[in-house]
């Protein structure tokens, strides 16, 4: 690990403002993430601004009748809460997919979202990766393939989201609201917040340069049948090699969006249109741009499969 200052700061306003001012600098919280790259010199911080005193961990309704998340808000908190479990059922069930329970117990909302690939090429520092080293090559493109990307990928990169709880927050439709250096504040949806990979597949959110998230808001509740369903190699500790997030009102109508699939949670108002029509022309629409690799091209159809089972449960319970 290389060397590294470190700092609290009291408030957000003083933490973004320290973020600008030292370079290289970064956030962290619960670290589960954050600290692993560092063992592995990935991510190599000239300086951490902990930021755990903020007092960002609450959840308050809104006066539009849904949750203001707090950053800091840890997973089990979030997935335990009442209001979500009753209101949000499909975020509860995501974070309660996702890792261990010592992990949820440490890791913090905005975490879950910022979080990196876990592509092995990522990880591996002896290999060239666009997003660990830019403009070094992908080599995920020629070689082991079979957990990346089939649809929103770029020449420059194929790599996935491992976020469970993001595909939730798509799904639902929440904002990520930050705090810039400068004082500004600004509320920027989650189906905005995950830049395409493209040529630069190493910027991969809509932050600008010390801008700090300070919570997550989710809108008034959508009811509706809530499912999330996660197919993974084995039932625990792992990532999604798919994952179908729904919300299937009693008329058909609805919402879906997937993980395991994309550089980010995939939703495509196009599919959510076609829920009354069955679920062959939902994934035509979610997968009409897919590009495969052989090796993941099992995915659109465990995709398939996975959509059609989920949407069948989900009417037959709306």
Known sequence: ???????????????????????GAKFIAGGTNLLDLMKLEIETPTHLIDVNGLGLDSIPATDEGGLRIGALVRNTDLAADSR?????????????????????NQATTTGNLLQRTRCPYF??????????LPGS???????????????GVSEACIATHPSDMAVAMRLLD????TIAPDGKARTIPVADF????????????TLTPGELIVAVTLPPPAGGKHIYRKVRDRASYAFALVSVAAIVQPDGSGRVALGGVAHKPWRMAEADAQLPNGAQAVYD?????AHPTPENAFKLTLAKRTLASVLTEARAQA
């Open 84 to 104: 979500v479990r009753r209101d949000y059922a499909v975020l509860s069930r995501a974070l309660l997919a996702g890792a261990s329970g010592q992990l949820r």
């Open 285 to 289: 629409a979610l997968f009409a741009s």
């Open 194 to 205: 995950y830049r395409a990979p493209g040529k630069t597949p190493h910027l991969e959110t």
């Open 1 to 23: 690990m290389k060397a590294f200052t470190y700092e609290r700061v009291k408030t957000p306003a003083e933490a973004a403002a320290s973020a600008q001012r030292t370079r």
């Open 123 to 132: 990880y591996d520092t002896n290999q060239p990766c666009n997003k660990r």
């Open 137 to 151: 090559g992908c080599a995920a493109l020629e070689g082991f393939s079979r957990q990346h990307a089939v649809v």
């Open 174 to 177: 929440a904002g990520v609201e």
